[in-house]
């Protein structure tokens, strides 16, 4: 079966490339923009106007230094693309695109944020309980058991399989669909950890991608594979991933509304606790920002599994700390979030959690 799914932003949306993008080498900020640079164009530029015999030490300048800021235009050969905002930062975080440098969301994306929903939902339906010996010892790797545990013992006989998520079509360059986002780090009871800026894909923008359940895989023929008593799993996909983020999003408000300084964050997830959705429709937090929170069955294990995992692993472990640390499980865990920031009055503010989105399943699949 074949299902059109229409992804709606909530809030901005980053999926990095894991490239940072430098100032004055590929981008320059100026006349209240942030201008992405075409470095190949610039250097040819200069190749072409330098003179014969004159020593090519252009080749050492960053190629922003080499473009005037009378040269920038949305036009210009120069300017690949042009962000509303300054950067005050020397990088910026990029967001993934295509070749052709078109945003687009990709299905391993999706696919991955209703691989964790699924694993929460055998916890809390019960059809799984974790067992904390079985867990790996690297940090890195420790829910790999867990997870066979849950979806099946090895790539080839893994309940995903049977679910296909298509990258989605790229957007248009016109209008633009990026932003800059400033993003920190926010805790309950410190100040904001550094800046990070960031690419995003704008809210309200919408992708288009295709959903496909193989059907042959739970047939008898398939028998060996055993996917038959998950397959409601697959079936009712928008009503559990619609059901595990209302109760994430209960939660995290829990979180928020203890501190003044989160009010705009709260004012943002109350509606979405209250919006109606139909049967085929959900909500799920994707990309950068989404955190342990959204990314890790441990938000859900009792307070006793989460305190072990916390001393074993060493959760929440600051970079510098000895190695002998130990976590205050007096504290709660996770606590930090990554949020979309401003500054007023030289006061760093939080403003929205970041990759929220609304899912929808359209056409009766085929």
């Known amino acids: ?30 006349q209240g923009r ?31 230094q080499l473009v005037q800021d009378h040269e920038l235009s949305e036009e210009s050969p120069f300017v690949r693309y042009v962000l509303k905002g300054e950067v005050t930062e020397s990088q910026v ?17 999706l696919k991955g944020a209703l691989r964790t929903v699924l694993m929460i939902h055998a916890l809390r339906s019960g059809y799984w309980k974790p067992d904390l010996k079985a867990l790996g010892e690297r940090r890195e790797r420790a829910g790999e058991p867990w997870e066979r545990a849950v979806f099946g013992p090895n790539p080839n006989q893994d309940l995903m399989r049977a679910l296909r998520i298509a990258d989605s079509d790229p957007l248009p ?18 100040k904001p950890g550094a800046p990070i800026v960031l ?28 996917f038959t008593d998950r397959r409601q799993w697959l079936t009712d996909l928008a009503q559990i991933a619609n059901k595990i983020s209302r109760a994430r999003i209960e939660r995290e408000m829990e979180w928020y509304k203890r501190h003044q300084s989160f009010q705009k964050v709260v004012s943002l997830y109350s509606p979405l606790a209250r919006t109606p959705l139909g049967p085929r429709a959900f909500l799920l937090q994707i990309g950068w920002g989404a955190g342990w929170t959204a990314k890790s069955v441990g938000f859900w294990l009792s307070q006793q599994e989460q305190d072990t995992l916390r001393r074993r692993y ?3 472990k600051p970079p510098r700390a000895g190695r002998v640390w130990q976590p205050n499980l007096a504290r709660p865990f996770p606590r930090s979030r990554r949020l979309s920031a401003r500054r007023s009055q030289n006061q760093v503010l939080p403003e929205y959690p970041l990759g929220w989105v609304l899912v929808e399943l359209e056409g009766e699949g085929r």
């Open 199 to 226: 690419e995003a894909v704008k809210p309200d923008t919408v992708f288009h991608t295709t959903l496909s359940l193989d059907e042959y895989l739970f047939s008898e023929a398939a028998s060996t594979l055993r």
């Open 314 to 316: 060493q959760l929440g």
């Open 173 to 190: 360059l016109s209008p633009l669909p990026l932003m800059l986002v400033n993003a920190q780090v926010f805790t309950a009871d410190s």
């Open 93 to 109: 975080r990029e967001q993934l695109k295509d070749p052709y440098g078109r945003p687009y969301l990709p299905g391993s994306s």
């Open 1 to 30: 079966m074949i299902y059109r799914l229409k992804v709606s932003l909530i809030s901005p949306l980053h999926i990095g490339t894991g490239r940072v993008l430098l100032r004055d080498y590929d981008f320059k900020t100026s």
């Open 34 to 64: 942030t201008w992405v640079l075409n470095q190949d164009a610039i250097l040819v530029d200069a190749y072409d106007r330098a003179r014969p015999g004159e020593p090519w030490e252009f080749l050492m300048v960053p190629p922003g």
